[in-house]
């Protein structure tokens, strides 16, 4: 993701505009994609990300709600009942609790209940994660609540390019998807032609952003970035990091994610939300029983503590930054300095 | 200087000169208020007005519906089914919800609604296979255009909300009818739902069945508004308070809301009075929280003894449509009886074929698993009954 715009149609473009435009161009692809949320009209959300929209294709296909996530989500459900593909916008990570009855006992088992008969074809994108200075309430990593339940779909974008391509698949999918946008990452930028998006991998892939022989960094979302930053750091330990973008939890691609540990050795989750209870804990848990044998030390995590997410003037502290990484990576176990029956 | 003095007026002009800016009449409050009283038409001036068809069609759907509900009670006592929230004495609430709709309509039943399903048309084997616990639903909602019988309360009445709003959004004069209990008023999702249609004007008729408890709460601790049908009011839409057990009356009532929704009126709120009188579930005791004396005071206010009354009042209920009303419901019991007493087919591997569109790698990890695990008890089985064992090990039981 070097900005040298030298293609032809190539410019640094932002993370909510490939948002933007993956929302446009689906509403205009398929009459049945409707968006609606708090906010998402007149103002463009509060991040923007339907900027537009409601011009383009009246207050009927891009609505503002009342301010209420229950009846919002519901009342999605109802719609997709109906043969339309709602796209809903949670306007942040916390306030999309009231929705979690809509959301667990609804909108994740409806094909499920049915036999089939009924899928509901709904997007639920939430803004989620730290590092945007948010008070209270407004910096919560919440995958692991959807995680834990069946019948969801849960996609994090870590790349411009993917935010609109997996924004695209998660739109066209049948079945529920939890798109979780990570805040921080809006404004950031890269060069991407909006008109020839990269194809849409089915969701589910999970992608090697930097390949490499000493380590694999297993991350996704919001610490994709600080991965990247970590790995070049790292040259200078003599480390060669893989950084694998997971863009899908669920589903969770176990074969990409195995082949890059059985081809490293060692692996590091990182991600921001809480460790214990955290997805780390599961993808952990995933690599060793598939990779007991490759694996040289412990797989370990890089999480945010297990906390209530903390004021903003010290989320620094909470989350996973380069050093916590880089001093993780160095307990990998990469000299002969565990033995076996030493006690360690 | 004074906020006064910088407009320039001086503090002894007049200053109040309208109500704050931001405030305007929005809609006038009463012509949305309830009756004082339910509407009722049996028993009353009225009941002269409600047509001898309509009048033996509910006769004939109460009756089968009362025979319903014993039948599936009786197979809930000889274990065919898990459980079942009878409708019981609400015959009529069920009944007229149904008949109210046209085909295109869509019913969003609760738990204790399968007789409602029933009386739309729907086969009570597939209303009742939440009940007996061979899947969630046993029916594709879209065919019958019925959702799936809701248990979490009042969280389908906002689906009822979107679904109608989709389908006037498509140009469909299509109706929603949610029905809810009185307990399911207290919800989160009871405001949210009427709040969103009320802003919408979407097309839905809420229907709360107010039959005094839920579970074994009584109305006194669950809501202190003067009825619940004036919280209709709160949401700009109107509230309408009916007889429960008045099936003329609740037609009347609901195919007037169906009518003003159909034509872009918007939502109502019926709220009708009616009274379980069985108790929640098989599983619980309602002697614990009310007495007999108060089942008998609403035994006098039967459903069907009201119908039957004036039926033969105007000379209509002859043993002729006794015996044909009798024998109908007596084979519906009794169809019903046969299927359910034969054991349901049951595929374990089901499990996995309707989580995503496509199993997941991890799906079909486990899917193998169960798969190899029901091979080991078949052959297990196979073995046992090589030894002349007990043939049922590792059969499926419902």
């Keep these: 993701m070097t900005a040298t715009a030298t293609e032809a149609g190539r410019k640094p473009v932002s993370m909510a505009q490939a948002l933007n435009r993956a929302l446009r161009d689906a509403m205009a692809d398929d009459p049945a994609v409707h968006v609606m949320g708090e906010d998402v009209g007149e103002l463009g959300g509060v991040f923007r990300i339907t900027d537009g929209l409601v011009k383009e294709f009246g207050e009927e296909r891009c609505g503002d709600t009342p301010l209420a996530e229950a009846g919002i989500l519901g009342t999605a459900v109802g719609m997709a009942m109906y043969g339309l593909r709602p796209v809903v916008e949670m306007q942040f990570d916390a306030f999309a609790y009231p929705g979690f009855e809509q959301l667990i006992s609804h909108v994740a088992r409806m094909r499920n209940r049915t036999r089939g ?23 919560d ?81 919001p610490s994709l970035p600080v991965c990247m930053e970590a790995a070049e750091a790292a040259t200078a330990e003599g480390w060669d990091l893989e950084v694998l973008d997971l863009r899908s939890l669920q589903p969770f691609d176990d074969e990409t994610v195995c082949a890059s540990v059985r081809r490293t050795g060692r692996a590091v989750v990182v991600h921001e939300a809480s460790g214990f ?61 565990w033995t076996e029956g030493s006690g360690d | 200087m004074t906020v006064l003095e910088q407009r320039g007026s001086s503090r002894n002009e007049s200053y109040w000169p309208a109500p704050p800016p931001a405030w305007r009449p929005r809609v006038d409050p009463a012509p949305l208020l309830p009756d004082a009283e339910p509407y009722r038409l049996l028993g009353t001036d009225a009941a002269g007005q409600v047509g001898s068809g309509l009048l033996t069609e509910l006769y004939g759907h109460l009756v089968r519906g009362r025979r319903y509900n014993a039948q ?27 008949l109210v709709l046209e085909e295109r309509d869509w019913l969003f039943p609760s738990y204790r609604d399968t007789l409602a399903a029933v009386a739309r048309g729907l086969d009570p084997v597939a209303a009742l296979t939440l009940l007996r616990g061979d899947w969630h639903t046993g029916y594709d909602p879209r065919e019958h255009r019925i959702a799936p019988l809701c248990t979490p309360l009042a969280t389908q009445l906002p689906h009822a909300v979107g679904l109608a709003h989709a389908a006037r959004l498509k140009g469909d004069d299509v109706v929603a009818l949610a029905m809810v209990g009185d307990g399911g008023t207290s919800e989160g999702d009871f405001h949210e739902a009427l709040n969103f249609a009320a802003v919408w004007q979407a097309p839905v008729v809420f229907l709360v069945q107010n039959n005094g408890f839920a579970i074994s709460v009584p109305l006194a601790k669950q809501s202190a508004a003067p009825s619940l049908a004036h919280k209709a009011v709160g949401y700009g839409m109107p509230g309408r308070l009916v007889d ?23 939502p109502t709120l019926v709220e009708a009075i009616t009274y379980r009188m069985e108790a929640h579930t098989n599983a619980d005791d309602a002697t614990r929280y009310r007495t ?97 064992a007990n043939d049922t090990t590792g059969k499926e039981r419902p």
């Design chain 2, 292 to 388: 007999d004396d108060e089942v008998d005071e609403w035994r006098g206010h039967d459903p069907i003894a009201l119908v039957e009354r004036e039926l033969s009042e105007r000379g209509l209920l002859s043993d002729e449509l006794a015996q044909q009303v009798r024998d109908g419901a007596e084979e519906l019991a009794a169809g019903l009886r046969d299927r359910m007493n034969q054991d349901p087919a049951l595929d374990p591997m089901d499990l996995f074929a309707h989580v995503y569109a496509e199993p997941t790698s991890q799906l079909r990890e486990q899917e193998a698993q169960l798969r190899a695990e029901l091979a080991a008890e078949a052959a297990d089985a196979g073995a046992a009954q090589g030894r002349g």
């Design chain 2, 244 to 266: 429960g057990n008045d099936a003329p009356a609740l037609h009347e009532v609901l195919s007037e809301a169906v009518e003003r929704a159909r034509r872009g009126g918007g």
């Design chain 1, 141 to 221: 990593s919440s995958e692991a609540y959807y995680l834990a339940t069946p019948g969801l779909q849960v996609v994090t974008p870590a790349t411009v390019a993917d935010a609109y391509g997996l924004l695209r698949a998660a739109i066209a999918s049948d079945d529920p998807v939890v798109f979780l946008e990570p805040k921080r990452l809006y404004w950031s930028r890269a060069d991407w032609s909006p008109d020839a998006p990269a194809p849409v991998a089915p969701l589910g892939r999970a992608e090697i952003r930097r390949p490499g022989s000493s380590a694999t960094l297993i991350t996704y979302g």
């Design chain 1, 277 to 337: 209870g955290g997805p780390g804990g599961e993808i952990a848990a995933r690599v060793t029983e598939r990779c007991f044998h490759h694996l040289e030390a412990p797989v370990l995590r890089v999480a945010g503590f297990d906390i209530p997410y903390p004021p903003p003037m010290l989320e620094r502290h909470h989350l996973p930054g380069v050093d916590r990484i880089l001093d993780t990576v160095g307990r990998l176990q990469w000299e002969a300095d």
């Design chain 1, 117 to 139: 008969a009924m899928p509901l074809p709904l997007t639920i994108r939430v803004p989620y994660g730290g590092g945007i200075g948010g008070v209270e309430h407004h910096s």
């Design chain 2, 72 to 98: 599936a009670t009786a197979l809930t006592r000889q274990g065919r089914l898990a459980v079942y929230p009878s409708s019981t004495g609400q015959e009529a609430c069920q009944v007229a919800a149904a």
